[in-house]
Each structure stands twice: as C-alpha cells, then as structure tokens.
C-alpha cells in the first residue's frame, strides 16, 4: 500500500542543526550544521553525533586535503577550539584560507576574526575588513552585521564599506527589494564612494523615484556635499528629476544650500531653464536674492541664457537682474572653469583632479564641451589614472562619453583591478553609454585580473539589455573567469532568466564544467533559480554530472531543501538513486533535512527507502536521528525496514534513542510490536 502524503506545513529549512547541543561549543562554529554543502561529511556529522572525534578528525583529514571546502573549514574549526586534535591557531588559519578561496563564506567571515585578533597571523584590520566585505558579498548574516557596525566609523574617514556598495550596485539596478533588505542591514545611505557621492546622490542622479523614496527616509544627511560641492537636491535638480526635488523638499532638505560656486538649486534650475523646477523651488521660499561667486542671480543666470518663461517667473516674484548682465551663451559653470588660467590642466577645488576630468563626472556638459573647445588634454588622467571617459562612463553620462569620443578620447585605458572602460560603463547600468563604446570599435572581451569580462558583470549584475548590446557585437560567451566559471554559469546563478535566454542562443557546451566540475545546472540549483533550471533542463543540460565533491544536482537540491527544483529534476530524469562519496542518496538528505515535500517527492518517484550510505544509514535512521517523527511514520509507511543495522549494529530505534528522540523511539517500539517478529537484518 502507498503512504499517505506528508503534509506541507513543515518549512524547507538550510539550517536545521544536528542533534549535538552539548558535544561540541567551537569558537568558530557553535554547532554541526545538519546541511553540509558537501554530502561526503555525512561520516563527520555521524562521528560527532556519538561524540567520537577521532574518527570525525579521521574523516574530514583526506577531504580536506583533497579540497573539500566544508571540510577544510569544519578542520580548521577543531584546531581552533581544541577538540580531537591540539589546539593551533596557525593551523587553523592555513585551513580557514584554504576553504575561503574557495568561497566559503563562514570561512571567510571566521578568516576576518583570525586577521582582527592575531590568532595564527598577523593582526590585521585591512585584511580583517576585506574578508569581511567578501562574506557579506556571498550573504553571511554575521558579517553583514559586523560591516554595519562599521557603518559610522567608516563614514567619518569617507570609506564605502561593503553594505554601501551592494545597496549602490541595488540602486543601479532598482531592485527594491534589495535595498529593503540592505538598508534593515545596516547600509549607509549617506556614505561616500570614491567620486565624494553617497548612495543617496547616486539615486538622485538616476531619478527612479520609488528606489528614492525608500532611501530619503533612511538618510540622516539630506544636505551632505560631494566632493563637488553639490548635494543631493542639487543633482536632482541638475538632472530634471522633479518627483525626486519634491521628495527631498517634503523631507526638509536645504533649499538654499550652494555648491562650491555658490549656485543654489534655483540657479541651477534657471540655467537649465526646468521651469516645472524653478517653478517649485520659487514656491518652497527658494531665495532671490542669493548670488553665485560672479555675483549672478537665478534672475542673471536665466537671463544670460535666454529663458524668457523662468525671467518673467523670477520677475513676477520681485527678483530684478544686475545691471552688468550681459546676454551669454555660457552658463555659469562654463564661466567659473573660463576663470581659471589655463583651466585645461589646472586641479579643480577638491585638490584632486583636473577640471575636465571633474566636469565629465559631474556631468557638467557646457564645461565638458568649453573645455574641449579650449583645447584640453582629452587623456590627461587623475591621480588615480582615469581619465574623464572612464569616469564618465562610470557615472553613465552618456552625453559626455559622446562628446569625449566625438573629441578623440582613447578607449584603450586599463583602471583598478584591470577593469576597461567598457567594464566601468556596464558596472554604471546604462545601457546608452555601453551602446556609445561599442559603437567605438571599443574590445568586449578583455579580461580583467579576476578574469571577468564586461560580459561576465553584466550577467553577474542581471542587466539583460546590457547583455544582449554585447552579445550583438560578438562578445565571446565562452570566456571564463579564474575560477573557470563561464558567462553562463554567472548568468544561471543569477536572478534574470532573460540574460540566461540570451546566452543559451549564444553559447555552446551547455554541460561545461568550472574548476570544481561544476556546470551551469549546478550554479542553478545552488541558488534556488526555478527560472533557470527550466531553460537549461529545455536545452538539454545533463542531471547527471557529478562535481569534484561527489554531489550531483539532485542532492544539491535535496541537501539545500529546495523542494520545487526536486521536482524539475525528476522530471528532468534525474536519478533518484545517484549517491554522493559518502553513500548518501537524494532521499537520504532530504531525511537529514527534514523536508517533507522532497521525501514525498522522491518515493513517489520510485527511491529506495532502505538503502544504505557507507556508514550503513538509512533514510529511515537519519530521520529517527533528527526527531521527524512525520518523516518516520512516513517511510515506515512506504517499507522502511527498522530492523536495518549500520555499521555500529545500531538500528533504527538505537539512533532514536541516542539522540535522545523519545517520541520516535515510541512509535518504532509500537510499529514492531504490530508486526510479525522476523530475524533482524545483518
């Protein structure tokens, strides 16, 4: 007879512990996580359960040295607390490095702790932060936390830490839910990049008003100053975002507060000639009266430009020009950097970079285009070698980076870390200024030191038209990163199954595998992404590939508690009696984890509820262990055998009863009392 289905209510669950309160408090790790991502630790966690660390020492040994990153970080774990093995900080911290190049976030989160003390290196807090930053980047919650501890410190010294940065690249997307979860992290609204703009700044500049209005309510400094000079209102202003002006009006910003020139938002306003603009600052009690450092008005600047509609608007309100205006194609801007002897190569007022190069950042056009008229160093670079292309096609000033290219600007540059100017503008997220560079005769596949091409961030970062722009122009999807993983695999991981629809067109050896053998299904099902998984099961990608850790795609799913890419899966053939180094197959996991939804699933499609991994465990033993009784009634129901011995000689209801699950240990004592004795398994 079939069992009845589970019910549903139990919740997937990555971090259900193993039964181990009380064997086991390491400074590193608190307790054995019941979901290793590798399913050949199941002999580690058995070893623990029943307190035998010589043998869980035994195990997690050759793993480790074979580079099993769980492994290398639960080894390093032990040395650090002293348990199974002498207590040695240096050794524990060669362990930690090795997992977290691997990108294990606890490893890396537990590596920012050993550079922060001085436990077996050199106390470090540049190291300590890097590590850090790099497990908030791969989402430990830790982390997260300590990097938003810093939030404060780092604001004062105007350093971007790694919760500023993710909630500017969430800005550039407009993914709200996002920066909803960014900013309940702790991520500083306010604090400065390396251009002297806050988050805020960046998301005035882009306009998008419902991305602005969750940050406006986050921010404590409306009125802070770029190293420009201008605030956020000013940029809003400068860029025509008229929802965003009221936005921060309603939320009390200084109306009448002046960059480094003395321009006011309502100069600004007239010299663009915005009347809706001009029109509301006049009505929020914008002053008249206020003059820039030429001693101009908003009633002088509207004049010298010409707009007629903002001059009557400014003289309705009792604003009167200064009698030495004269009529100008220049705007204000323009003349302040016209006053500066040889302004083409003189260093602006933030002491750092030349005017052009300023401007272009700024996306100060009329200086931009008087400076390129005067004839100025259309390559001269900063202080950090970029030149006023690359900022611009950072910032996404599309129109400037027209205007610079038009003048001759090289394309050529390498910046930080390798990246080209292609890259800067892909990280910006706007597709215009990609779409200027290309058109430039621009390369699309250099690499930069991490081996990432303009291709790879624009997966990385979901921007679906940026991808297609590159793909157009011959971009090579094939490309791989020093890690191995392709284009295609980032694009799998990702959230946009449109980015990934693209590059299936494009790409070939959908089956590929990355230097831990692991392809672009299994970057997929790692994350969760249904989407994605669906088009590449569509394509033909294989269920059957087994990466360097002896996991197929199908334990990933089980083991992560996934239970709707089970499904896909299965109906994808995947086989359900695939097992991984240790034994273990899909049904088995799903008992460790307690999923319900997976266990029906995988019977249903014909698993073998009596197998047994090398420790000799069944599904059976692993759910008694863990206390889920629903689980348990289930697989009896469906055959389960409990007079199966593991290799202890333990059954069933010996596993039960040393966890301590009385409750199992009942059911087990009243199934067999029901049945017909028979000899126990051997």
């Not at 290196?121 to 938003?148: C, D, F, P, V």
């Not at 209005?213 to 190293?227: I, N, P, Q």
């Not at 939320?251 to 309502?266: C, E, K, V």
Request: charge should be neutral; charged fraction near 25%.
């Amino acid at each position: 007879m079939a069992p009845n289905k589970l019910g549903n209510t139990r919740q997937a669950s990555r971090h259900k512990p193993y039964a181990c309160a009380g064997i086991l408090m390491f400074s590193l790790c608190t307790c054995m996580p019941a979901l290793p991502g590798d399913a050949a630790l199941e002999g580690f966690y058995a070893a623990v359960r029943v307190r035998d660390m010589d043998k869980a020492v035994a195990v997690l040994k050759p793993l480790a040295n074979n580079g099993d990153a769980e492994a290398q970080y639960q080894l390093a774990a032990l040395y650090r607390a002293g348990t199974g093995v002498p207590k040695d900080h240096t050794i524990a911290f060669h362990w930690l490095q090795k997992a977290a190049a691997q990108d294990h976030a606890q490893a890396q989160y537990n590596l920012g702790v050993m550079f922060e003390n001085g436990w077996g290196t050199e106390s470090s807090s540049q190291n300590a932060m890097r590590w850090y930053r790099t497990a908030a980047e791969n989402g430990h919650q830790m982390a997260i936390k300590k990097l938003a501890e810093t939030e404060t410190a780092a604001k004062n010294e105007d350093t971007e830490t790694a919760g500023s940065q993710a909630l500017r690249r969430a800005v550039i997307k407009g993914d709200l839910a996002a920066i909803r979860g960014l900013l309940e992290s702790g991520a500083d609204v306010d604090s400065k990049d390396e251009f002297g703009k806050t988050v805020l700044m960046d998301a005035a500049e882009r306009g998008n008003t419902d991305v602005f209005r969750l940050l406006v309510t986050a921010s404590r400094e409306l009125d802070r100053k770029s190293s420009g000079g201008e605030t956020a209102l000013q940029i809003a202003t400068r860029n025509d975002h008229i929802d965003v002006v009221k936005l921060l009006l309603d939320r009390g910003a200084d109306i009448n507060m002046a960059d480094t020139s003395d321009n006011t938002p309502l100069m600004v306003a007239a010299g663009k000639n915005y009347v809706a603009i001009a029109r509301l600052l006049i009505n929020n009690k914008a002053r008249l009266d206020m003059k820039n450092s030429d001693g101009l008005s908003a009633a002088d600047v509207a004049a010298r430009k010409q707009h007629n509609s903002i001059v009557e608007m400014l003289a309705d309100r009792g604003a009167t020009q200064s009698r030495h205006v004269v009529k100008s194609k220049a705007s204000a801007s323009t003349l302040l950097a016209l006053q500066h002897e040889n302004a083409a190569e003189s260093i602006t007022t933030t002491g750092q970079w030349p005017p052009l190069i300023e401007a272009a950042w700024r996306g100060q056009q009329d200086v931009v285009r008087e400076l390129i008229r005067q004839g100025a160093n259309i390559n001269i670079t900063d202080t950090e070698h970029y030149t006023a292309l690359s900022r611009a096609a950072r910032k996404g000033n599309h129109d400037i980076v027209s205007m610079l290219l038009k003048a001759g600007a090289k394309t050529d540059a390498r910046h930080a870390r390798g990246e080209t100017t292609l890259m800067l503008a892909v990280l910006s997220g706007d597709a215009r200024t990609v779409q200027l560079l290309l058109d430039s005769g621009i390369g699309t596949d250099a690499q930069r030191d991490d081996g990432c091409t303009a291709l790879c961030l624009a997966a990385q970062d979901d921007l679906d038209e940026i991808t297609r722009m590159l793909l157009s122009h011959n971009a090579d999807a094939g490309l791989a990163d020093r890690t191995g993983m392709t284009v295609l695999m980032h694009a799998a991981a990702s959230e946009n199954s449109r980015t990934l629809e693209h590059l299936l067109v494009k790409s070939s050896g959908i089956d590929r595998q990355d230097r831990l053998d692991r392809t672009a299904l299994w970057h997929a099902v790692n994350k969760g992404r249904e989407d994605n998984i669906r088009l590449l099961l569509d394509r033909g990608a294989s269920t059957a590939i087994i990466d360097n850790t002896g996991n197929s795609v199908l334990a990933i799913a089980a083991a992560r508690g996934y239970a709707d890419v089970v499904k896909l899966l299965l109906a994808g053939n995947a086989d359900v009696h695939t097992r991984t180094g240790d034994g273990n197959t899909a049904l088995i996991l799903a008992s460790v984890t307690g999923n319900s939804l997976i266990v029906n699933a995988l019977v249903e499609a014909g698993a073998d509820v009596n197998i047994r991994n090398k420790l000799g465990e069944t599904a059976l033993m692993m759910a008694a262990s863990q206390g889920h009784a629903d689980i348990v009634r289930y697989l009896l129901d469906a055959g389960a055998d409990p007079r199966i011995r593991n290799n202890k000689r333990e059954q069933a209801r010996d596993v039960a009863s040393l966890a301590g699950r009385s409750e199992i240990v009942s059911m087990l004592d009243q199934q067999k009392a029901g049945r017909k004795l028979l000899p126990d398994w051997l």
